[in-house]
């Protein structure tokens, strides 16, 4: 059986206006057309073409369609013998003579042929050692090269002069942020500034991008955009590109080369140049917007179910004050009582008791608390002060961070020992200015919590989720959020007498004041809660003894008396004679702790 002979063709734009001529149409007749006179199939399987992409900086060969080649060269997909269709060796690469050349000769020596079509040549394994052939790649790969550098150094030198004039102040940038718009020598915010700002606003308060997109939409908010750049509706992903721009504080970054869809990346020259556009939000803002996005990329905090809801809104913050253990969530089933808490230790270490509490319980009376939470409760005395240190603090901190990252990037390339030395001082004086700026936040944080949402933020979130506010996901994730950064943990004591279980809880947070908070279920249904503020020492054993002695004593034979002893015996603190914090004997409502 005859083999059948196997060709590809790789066509290659470096600019997508490329596209809009005949030399796609023209490239793939040439490659039919050979492929026919020479007994060839043209397998068009791998969809070889790289629409703006530069062969300069070697993009196609490092992540471009002549990458996805070679792969499928190395893995056996394409078979030795076949044969790779380009117009000219240009198309495969401008870059050096000597980078130009060893990627040639390594895909000749994997058996695959090349054929030009513009001079029509073959190159095989024979042309490898045939001198005439070789010269004549030398020097289409030369010409090439010299070609696209004294382009780049043009372009180049074009923006020298460019940011010269940005020196002496003239305005020079043809493409702007959507929300600003070029008068003369000077920039103006259009009607998408205050579009601007919403999103930033509603980012900080708690929103996540999706969340955002689907607001904007909903209220029909124009999206950001010129002619047919604008789109119709609003995305994730033009949300989270707006919110990373350095454009919003006013900083503009000079780049070669266009942006293109999945190709080539523009390339920055030289350090942003600030105060440049006017900013449209705080810089203060700016930095927190940002320390949310990395804070979100690292944490592992309240994960998703597999639908997308927020199934646990205190995951990685509750711990079992028995077992010394977080505690998750375990799914029981609708029969046996839904989601339940139970100690980590205790679901893998027979040793230890395991308890379970009703999830939905343990939430409704968190939510309960958190809807009563006051000010008080956040900031301590002069928080608002210490407040606005750590936000200064922290804005120090970040540009410093940023000075890092650059003077990383500077050592990285330096050329020669000498241009280390010279920039060594400046990390010595950055890593100080780091250190200092890192020990005035420990400080500040030590009396304040850096992102403290205020009461309001609380009471607002509880009553979405508890009314089913629209959409519910968003919202409980906006509330683990703020939860999350107003509670430092939640200890729990769980104590049962048959089908009745207590939960006792200690909130403590983030400014040190600590409320507790005491649940009861039956079979895993809520029955009431209720709280205070202070301590109660749940994690000594002569304590969870005599909690549990006086669960077993209010546990009556009908769950009407049960129910009502313990609705009646919600926290009423007396300090006994031992000093140890004992629930007396008179009755406080779960009513009278809601009011």
Known sequence: MVRRKIAYSYIRFSRPEQLKGDSLRRQKELSDRWCERNGYFLDDSLKLTDRGVSAFRGDNASRGKL???????????????SVLIVESLDRLSRQAVGTALAQFMD???KGISIVTLEPEERFDTSSMNDTVKLIVVIV????????????????????????????EGIKI????????????NNFVFNEHAKTIKKIVKLYLSGHGTSSIARNLNAEKVPTIGRGKQQAKYWRQSSIVKIL???????????????????????????????DYYPPVIKEIDFYKVKKIIEDKRTSVKGRTGINGTISNLFRGIIFDVKTESSMIIVNKGVKSG????????????????????????FEEAILKVVAKISAADLLPEGGENQYEELEEAELKLAKIDEKILKLQTQIENAENADEIDILFPVAKRLTKQKQGAEKLIDELKQKLHSSSPTSEDCHNLVELIQNGGEPLDDNRRRFRNVFLNIVKRADVL???????????????????????????????????????????????????????????????RSVEQTVKNLETQLFKAAVGKTGVIAFGNDSISHTDFDD
């Open 67 to 81: 990458k996805a080649f070679m792969d499928a060269v190395e893995d056996g997909r394409v078979k030795k013998g």
């Open 107 to 109: 895909i000749l020596s």
């Open 140 to 167: 289409i790969i030369s010409r090439a090269y010299e070609e696209s550098a004294l382009k780049s150094k043009r372009l180049s030198e074009a923006w020298s002069e460019k940011r010269e004039k940005l020196a």
């Open 173 to 184: 940038s043809g493409r702007v942020p959507g929300w600003i718009e070029k008068q003369g």
């Open 244 to 274: 990373k721009s350095r454009s919003l504080i006013g900083e503009y970054q000079p780049h070669l080369g266009k942006s293109n869809e999945d190709q080539s990346k523009r390339q920055p020259i030289g350090d942003p140049i600030t």
């Open 338 to 361: 839904g989601k339940q808490l139970v100690s980590s230790r205790a679901k893998s270490d027979k040793s230890s008791e395991y308890i379970s509490f009703s999830y939905s319980a």
């Open 494 to 556: 769980v104590l049962k007498a048959g089908h009745y279980r207590q939960a006792f809880i200690r909130l403590t947070f983030e400014n040190g004041k600590k409320r507790m908070i005491l649940c009861n279920t039956h079979r895993s249904r809520y029955i009431s809660s209720g709280g205070y503020d202070g301590d109660y020492p749940i994690h000594k054993k002569n304590t969870q003894k005599y909690l549990q002695s006086r669960l077993i004593e209010l546990k009556a």
